[in-house]
Protein backbone atom coordinates (compact mmCIF):
# COMPACT_ATOMS: atom_id res chain seq x y z
CA UNK A 1 0.00 0.00 0.00
CA UNK A 2 0.99 3.40 -1.02
CA UNK A 3 0.77 5.96 1.70
CA UNK A 4 1.86 9.70 1.64
CA UNK A 5 2.25 12.44 4.09
CA UNK A 6 2.55 15.94 4.30
CA UNK A 7 4.58 15.91 7.11
CA UNK A 8 6.00 18.72 9.24
CA UNK A 9 8.55 17.36 11.52
CA UNK A 10 8.07 20.24 14.21
CA UNK A 11 4.40 19.19 14.63
CA UNK A 12 3.78 16.73 17.70
CA UNK A 13 0.65 15.61 15.95
CA UNK A 14 2.83 14.72 12.31
CA UNK A 15 5.58 13.27 14.57
CA UNK A 16 2.81 10.90 15.94
CA UNK A 17 0.91 10.27 12.90
CA UNK A 18 4.08 9.06 10.93
CA UNK A 19 5.32 7.23 13.91
CA UNK A 20 1.40 5.59 13.52
CA UNK A 21 2.12 4.81 9.99
CA UNK A 22 5.75 2.88 10.51
CA UNK A 23 3.53 1.10 13.53
CA UNK A 24 1.54 -0.64 10.61
CA UNK A 25 4.33 -1.69 9.36
CA UNK A 26 4.09 0.77 5.90
CA UNK A 27 7.15 3.26 5.34
CA UNK A 28 5.44 6.44 3.68
CA UNK A 29 6.43 9.28 1.27
CA UNK A 30 7.02 11.71 3.36
CA UNK A 31 6.57 15.22 1.62
CA UNK A 32 8.02 17.98 4.06
CA UNK A 33 5.26 20.52 2.97
CA UNK A 34 7.14 23.29 3.99
CA UNK A 35 10.33 22.53 1.99
CA UNK A 36 8.37 21.24 -0.79
CA UNK A 37 4.66 23.13 -0.80
CA UNK A 38 2.51 20.62 -3.17
CA UNK A 39 1.36 22.63 -6.44
CA UNK A 40 -1.73 24.19 -6.69
CA UNK A 41 -3.56 21.55 -8.32
CA UNK A 42 -2.22 19.04 -5.84
CA UNK A 43 -3.71 21.30 -3.05
CA UNK A 44 -7.01 20.80 -4.84
CA UNK A 45 -7.23 17.65 -5.08
CA UNK A 46 -6.20 17.25 -1.48
CA UNK A 47 -8.87 19.48 -0.07
CA UNK A 48 -11.66 17.80 -2.68
CA UNK A 49 -10.18 14.24 -1.81
CA UNK A 50 -10.78 15.33 1.63
CA UNK A 51 -14.49 16.40 1.18
CA UNK A 52 -13.52 19.84 3.09
CA UNK A 53 -13.64 23.35 1.67
CA UNK A 54 -10.43 25.03 1.82
CA UNK A 55 -11.20 27.17 5.13
CA UNK A 56 -11.19 23.82 6.85
CA UNK A 57 -7.67 23.46 6.59
CA UNK A 58 -6.34 26.32 7.25
CA UNK A 59 -3.79 26.50 10.58
CA UNK A 60 -4.77 29.53 12.84
CA UNK A 61 -1.45 29.00 15.51
CA UNK A 62 1.46 29.98 14.63
CA UNK A 63 0.44 31.64 11.56
CA UNK A 64 -0.13 34.41 9.55
CA UNK A 65 -3.60 33.96 9.71
CA UNK A 66 -4.97 36.59 12.59
CA UNK A 67 -2.25 39.22 10.28
CA UNK A 68 -3.60 38.11 7.07
CA UNK A 69 -6.98 38.76 8.49
CA UNK A 70 -8.37 34.94 7.01
CA UNK A 71 -11.17 34.44 9.38
CA UNK A 72 -13.02 37.68 7.52
CA UNK A 73 -15.91 35.58 5.50
CA UNK A 74 -14.54 38.00 2.14
CA UNK A 75 -11.64 35.46 0.85
CA UNK A 76 -13.55 33.05 -0.91
CA UNK A 77 -12.00 29.80 -2.00
CA UNK A 78 -9.91 30.81 -4.38
CA UNK A 79 -8.56 33.09 -2.64
CA UNK A 80 -8.13 30.89 0.62
CA UNK A 81 -6.07 28.60 -1.45
CA UNK A 82 -4.20 31.36 -2.95
CA UNK A 83 -2.87 32.25 1.01
CA UNK A 84 -2.15 28.92 1.43
CA UNK A 85 -0.02 28.44 -1.96
CA UNK A 86 2.05 31.87 -0.67
CA UNK A 87 2.22 31.09 3.46
CA UNK A 88 2.38 26.63 3.03
CA UNK A 89 2.22 27.35 6.81
CA UNK A 90 -1.38 28.25 6.66
CA UNK A 91 -2.09 24.11 5.74
CA UNK A 92 -2.72 22.10 8.06
CA UNK A 93 -0.91 19.01 8.98
CA UNK A 94 -0.59 16.09 8.55
CA UNK A 95 -2.49 15.13 5.45
CA UNK A 96 -2.54 11.75 4.91
CA UNK A 97 -3.14 9.90 1.30
CA UNK A 98 -3.86 6.06 0.87
CA UNK A 99 -5.54 4.13 -0.89
CA UNK A 100 -8.41 3.61 1.45
CA UNK A 101 -8.74 7.67 1.19
CA UNK A 102 -7.27 11.45 2.12
CA UNK A 103 -7.62 12.44 5.70
CA UNK A 104 -6.28 15.62 7.72
CA UNK A 105 -5.06 13.46 10.66
CA UNK A 106 -6.07 15.97 14.02
CA UNK A 107 -5.55 13.80 16.09
CA UNK A 108 -3.47 11.59 14.77
CA UNK A 109 -5.56 8.28 15.73
CA UNK A 110 -7.50 9.72 12.71
CA UNK A 111 -4.60 8.02 10.54
CA UNK A 112 -5.78 4.95 11.65
CA UNK A 113 -8.90 4.79 9.29
CA UNK A 114 -6.23 5.01 6.54
CA UNK A 115 -4.06 2.03 7.51
CA UNK A 116 -3.92 -1.71 5.39
CA UNK A 117 -3.31 -2.75 9.39
CA UNK A 118 -5.64 -0.65 11.62
CA UNK A 119 -4.66 -2.64 14.73
CA UNK A 120 -1.15 -1.34 15.28
CA UNK A 121 -1.25 -2.27 19.02
CA UNK A 122 -0.68 -0.02 22.06
CA UNK A 123 0.64 3.39 21.14
CA UNK A 124 2.08 6.10 23.17
CA UNK A 125 1.99 9.32 21.96
CA UNK A 126 5.02 12.00 22.69
CA UNK A 127 2.63 13.64 25.11
CA UNK A 128 2.07 10.18 27.11
CA UNK A 129 -1.80 9.76 25.91
CA UNK A 130 -2.10 5.96 24.96
CA UNK A 131 -4.08 4.63 22.02
CA UNK A 132 -5.48 1.15 22.98
CA UNK A 133 -4.95 -1.17 20.82
CA UNK A 134 -8.12 -1.82 18.01
CA UNK A 135 -10.25 -4.35 18.50
CA UNK A 136 -11.78 -6.29 15.08
CA UNK A 137 -15.42 -5.12 15.29
CA UNK A 138 -14.48 -1.84 17.39
CA UNK A 139 -15.56 1.09 15.96
CA UNK A 140 -12.86 4.23 14.73
CA UNK A 141 -13.11 7.06 17.49
Not at 100 to 124: H, Y
Amino acid sequence: MTITIYHNPDCGTSRNTLAMIRQSGEEPEIVEYLKTPPSRDTLIALIAAMGIAPRALLREKGTPYAELDLANPKWGDDELIDFMMAHPILINRPIVVSPKGVKLCRPSEAVLDLLAVADIGRFVKEDGEVIPPRTPGAHAR
